[in-house]
């Protein structure tokens, strides 16, 4: 069986089953010898494992060592063991064995566990140290060790005074972190009777609880307390209902693999995906995922699900989440702060309207976001649940304001933006964009606008260049080549370009165009630097840039001449916060918050734009949430008299305190990795290639995916262009048939869905376009593992 990547286990034939205590000494490695013995003689043509990987204090004390004396046919290990009888992370500052990080240990027990597999039918009991939160060697807590392995848990409640408080906290403790429990089990105590309480409050919640015998004070003479420990292990392992529990222990093992083999053919009778053609669409298609940690799913493997016999392998792939699950993941699936923070907005506030008040987390989130904007024309928040609904809301604002200003008849206005664009799928933003196809055949779609076509840059054959789209070479010029990435970013250069002046003439003169035609507009509306849903389209910056300026400085070409009561403001100064000749609006649901290795995606372009709209990244991937953040010169457009001038828009969960704490707990968290530098291994690939007349610190632009690979990838033969910034890689594959109805990609994606050595990948494609993103807290290793995947992969394209 190859070597797999970490992560959860689950075989037809191998049981494995964690034991955690809800605090020290509550007699974890007792309970896992009764249950060993049991095992052994209930099932004697299987075998019963004992693993223990991190233990501390002398050998003759250790608990494998316990269990192989009382349970001899048991088959023991324990993988790390630290003389001292401390904790694991004083332990092993003390040791003299070489330090071992999470992850190693986590790779070792997971092989351990698969030898066992190997080795024939049976059951595993993996038994932590101390309570859900003792430290590893690393300092960090177990419970966040051991959870990519998702083990069901058996918790050895706490049968002493207080025992009932540690006990329902160590449950919620793992519960919080998606660890499922099997059972409890607890000594019985007449005096304090903490096994009928905790019968009680976890009978509601589907939890067994099993009440044992205590065993024996402890003797101090080992003899003695040997043969007593000998005699309490024989009775209490052959009661009734010890067998009971290792015969439910089975069938709560193959009612879990049932459910979720099962899982694939009841969705496709029920579920209506989104984005997907169901005619084709079968139950081998649909992934199964049990659950996600970090960087991965672990998805039922589509050749494991009907295989029936004990050479089958895990169950669970560790599946790259090749998409960041549609762009949204930040700090990786199960990040326990994240989930801390939902837990505690949901205990303090549940729900509360948000009309007419105000909360913590909305109030934090609202200054977190302005002041990290830095963005001095943003001073007002407005909430909403995703990115489409904070497109409509500012898509609103922005011509709302607009038709004040230019006393525009009720429907004859349109946006200004680019081809290509996304912005959502409710009615006004999907008129934000231009047909496609995923307006195309929408009965009520009307496309209000004009879209520049405009040039891209692209890694091609090895060089960076900015593209001019084709057939307008005359009015753009001829491909441009530029030493860095880096370069093609440098505004203060470029704006005294010659390609500035050709594009600044160009926008005011289809500007002027569209004037005389009588069209009319409230809105220029862009996603900075990168038009993800059309194809992962990697603008050139300074066309952008260049856009603004026209629209900011040009307001006399969104008048309406005819009109005598039009009102022509004058072009702004550079200290004018209000906005001029158009609301600038800025869709940053995908491309802002670090995705491109900033907070905003503006900076890049070096404009401030009047609205900006954030979601995705947001929450760090956990809950759906968006701001739409507005200058107080549009805010103003809606004060009035009457209800009617206000922004009637809104949301039964608008800033939903849950949302409004993960997202400040999440920005805040990736503020900090910017601040500590934990993208500088990444960084430092990219800052041999910056320009040494640009303030680096300001103006450095870096991706996750390494210049070699770019260059690499950018000369296969099926490649067209590749391009990547921040955690984003896209790869435009060779076809005549461009766009959605390209096939291109296909092939690429599912060799890299195939079985590799230790994980697969899954991912998205826009027709030809095959796009790969990490979460911002991926390491390095990992990304350079993709890499050569995709560079395999790449090799075996047509």
């Known amino acids: 069986m190859a070597t797999r990547t970490p992560g959860s286990v689950l075989f037809r034939s191998l049981k494995a089953l964690q034991v955690y205590g809800a605090n020290t000494d509550v007699g974890k490695t007792v309970v896992s010898t009764i249950l060993c013995k049991a095992l052994a003689r209930a099932t004697p043509e299987q075998q019963a494992w004992y693993l223990k990987p991190v233990s501390t204090g002398p050998l003759e004390d250790a608990d494998d060592y316990s269990v192989s004396r009382f349970s001899p046919e048991t088959r023991t290990k324990c993988l790390f063991q630290y003389d001292l009888p401390v904790s694991p992370h004083i332990a092993a500052r003390g040791s003299k064995l070489p330090a071992f990080n999470d992850n190693s240990i986590l790779s070792q027990v997971y092989s351990h566990i698969t030898e066992c597999h190997k080795a024939g039918p049976g059951t595993l009991l993996l038994e932590t140290a101390g309570g859900i939160h003792s430290p590893t060697p690393a300092s960090n807590s177990q419970a966040d060790l051991y959870r990519p392995l998702r083990l069901p848990v058996l918790l050895v409640a706490d049968a002493r005074l207080g025992g009932i408080s540690s006990s329902i906290s160590a449950f919620e403790s793992l519960h919080i972190r998606g660890y499922d429990i099997d059972s409890i089990l607890v000594w019985e105590n007449r005096q304090y009777q903490n096994h009928a309480y905790l019968h009680d409050y976890f009978k509601p919640r589907n939890i067994p609880v099993l009440a044992l015998p205590p065993p024996p004070p402890r003797d101090n003479d080992r003899a003695r307390d040997h043969e007593q420990m000998s005699l309490y292990y024989e009775k209490v392992s052959t009661l009734e209902k010890i067998d009971a529990f290792v015969e439910n222990l089975s069938k709560n093992h193959e009612a879990r693999i049932e459910k979720l083999t099962s899982l694939s053919t009841r969705a496709e009778s029920h579920i209506w995906y989104p984005f997907t053609q169901h005619k084709d669409l079968s139950a081998k298609d649909i992934m199964t995922i049990d659950s996600a940690y970090g960087d991965f799913f672990q998805a039922v493997g589509q050749s494991n699900a009907e295989v029936p016999n004990s050479e089958a392998p895990n169950l669970l792939e560790p599946t790259v989440d090749g998409s960041a699950s549609w762009w949204t993941q930040g700090l990786g699936h199960g990040d326990p702060q994240l989930s ?110 004009y879209w520049f076509d405009f040039p891209q840059v692209k890694l091609k054959a090895g060089n960076w260049i900015v593209e001019p789209p084709s057939g307008m070479e005359n009015g753009f010029g001829p491909a441009t080549e530029f ?30 165009r569209l004037q005389n035609e009588g069209k009319r507009f409230g809105a220029l509306i862009m996603e900075p630097i990168l038009l993800g849903a059309g194809g992962m389209l990697f603008v050139d910056p300074l066309f952008q840039r260049c856009l603004v300026q026209v629209v900011r400085q040009n307001p006399q070409l ?90 009637l828009h809104g949301h039964s969960y608008t800033a939903h305190a849950v949302g409004c704490e993960v997202a400040r707990t999440s920005v805040q968290k ?44 950018s000369l296969s033969p099926s490649v067209e262009s590749v391009v990547a910034l921040g955690s984003v890689l896209a790869i435009n594959l060779q076809d005549d048939i461009s766009g959605y109805n390209s096939t291109a990609a296909r092939g690429l994606q599912g060799r890299l869905r195939a079985d590799f050595k230790d994980f697969s990948i899954h991912s998205r494609v826009l027709g030809n376009v095959f796009y790969l993103m990490m979460s911002q807290t991926t390491k390095m290793e990992a990304v350079r593992r993709i890499e050569q995947m995709v560079l395999a992969s790449l090799t075996g394209s047509s």
Request: charged share 15%; aromatic share 10%.
């Open 558 to 647: 969104f008048t309406d001449s005819s009109s005598p009561s039009t009102e022509t403001a004058s072009p702004p100064s550079s200290q004018d916060l209000g906005w001029s000749g158009l609301p600038v609006i800025f869709d940053e649901v995908f491309t802002g918050l670090y995705r491109l290795g900033r907070f905003n995606s503006a900076s890049f372009l070096g404009v401030d734009p009047d609205i900006s709209v954030h979601a995705k990244l947001l929450t760090g991937g956990l809950l759906p949430l968006c701001v739409t953040l507005a200058s107080d010169s549009v805010y103003e457009a809606f004060l009035g008299t009457e209800k009617s001038d206000a922004l």
């Open 670 to 713: 990736m503020m900090e990795m910017e601040k500590t530098q934990e993208w500088s291994v990444f960084q430092n690939d990219w800052s041999s290639s910056q320009s040494n007349t640009i303030d680096q610190e300001s103006s450095q632009v870096w991706s996750m995916w390494s210049q070699g690979f770019l260059h690499q990838a």
């Open 483 to 512: 030493a860095s990435l880096n370069d093609i970013f440098d505004m203060g250069t470029r704006d005294q370009s010659l390609a500035a002046s050709n594009y600044r003439s160009y926008i005011t003169e289809v500007l002027g």
């Open 340 to 449: 801390l923070a939902a837990a505690y907005a949901a205990g303090r506030y549940g729900h509360v309207m948000f009309a007419g008040a105000i909360h913590e987390p909305a109030m934090s989130l609202s200054e977190l976001m302005l002041q990290n904007m830095h963005n001095p024309r943003l001073q007002r928040v407005f909430f909403s649940d995703n990115g489409s609904t904070g497109m409509e809301v500012a898509t609103k604002m922005g011509l709302t304001a607009a038709s004040q200003r230019y006393q525009h008849a009720k429907h004859d206005i349109g946006v200004i933006g680019l081809k290509g664009s996304y912005h959502g799928d409710t009615i006004g933003a999907m008129d934000c964009s231009e047909p496609s196809t995923f307006n195309g055949k929408v009965h009520w779609y009307e496309g209000r606008g």
